[in-house]
């Protein structure tokens, strides 16, 4: 069922770790309590497809969100990949298309809405989602914006805070900015598209230490 609606800052903080590719991570991701993984479905070397996020999606336990991952793809390659993997939350890095939006919004999946920070401040539900992803210009790129001395807007909001995250910074990346969850995928690596399990588990263990 599709969420929405504000909540409260001092829940629990959401994490999701993106970018999952193995059995392997998967299990370590959900063991250590991730709220949400990730599966990208874009050009990336942590791509995988359909099948595959089919296959690890039935790991994972009903109160883990299974997203799919996606940038700029026509509708109905969202639509079938959706379907085909039976993720149930779609995250977009574009188009900001209110129609494109309308279109998935009829689907029974979380909407996911990625923006990096620009002139104004982006909010949760402009285009029907019911999550946020404040992330850096180049989705996946493991580079940090200038999250700290932005004035960012969403506390009550169900948004996350994405971009550069580390276990070394997140603790005081939430400090910085109240965020609702976290998202990361670099920063849990060995190298690109390779997930470090000793650093996810330290990441989830780093982040949740704040709150
Ligand atoms: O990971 C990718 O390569 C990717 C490709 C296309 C669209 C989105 C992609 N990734 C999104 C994410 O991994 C995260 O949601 C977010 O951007 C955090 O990335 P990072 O800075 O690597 O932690």
Request: net charge negative; with cysteine; hydrophobic share 40%.
């Amino acid at each position: 069922m599709r969420q929405a609606g504000p909540v409260s800052n001092s829940d629990s903080l959401f994490i999701k770790i993106c970018g999952l590719k193995t059995e392997q991570d998967v299990d370590t991701a959900v063991e250590a309590g991730a709220d949400a993984i990730g599966f990208v479905f874009s050009a990336s070397p942590r791509r995988i497809d359909a099948a595959t996020a089919a296959r690890l999606s039935r790991r994972v336990p009903e109160h883990v969100l299974t997203v799919g991952v996606f940038r700029q793809e026509p509708l109905e390659d969202v639509r079938s990949l959706a379907a085909e993997s039976g993720i149930r939350a779609i995250q977009l890095h574009g188009p900001d298309d209110r129609a494109y939006y309308d279109e998935l919004a009829t689907e029974d999946r979380t909407l996911i809405r990625a923006a990096a920070f620009g002139d104004s401040v982006p909010r949760c539900g402009e285009f029907g989602e019911d999550m946020l992803l404040l992330d850096a210009p180049v989705p996946g790129s493991g580079i940090a914006w200038d999250w700290a001395s932005k004035p960012l807007a969403g506390s009550g909001e169900k948004w996350l805070l994405a971009g550069g995250l580390t276990p070394e910074n997140v603790r005081d990346a939430v400090a910085a900015t109240d965020p609702w969850g976290v998202d990361v995928s670099s920063g849990v690596e060995q190298h690109r598209g390779v997930k470090d399990h000793a650093l996810i588990r330290e990441f989830i263990r780093a982040a949740r230490s704040g709150r």
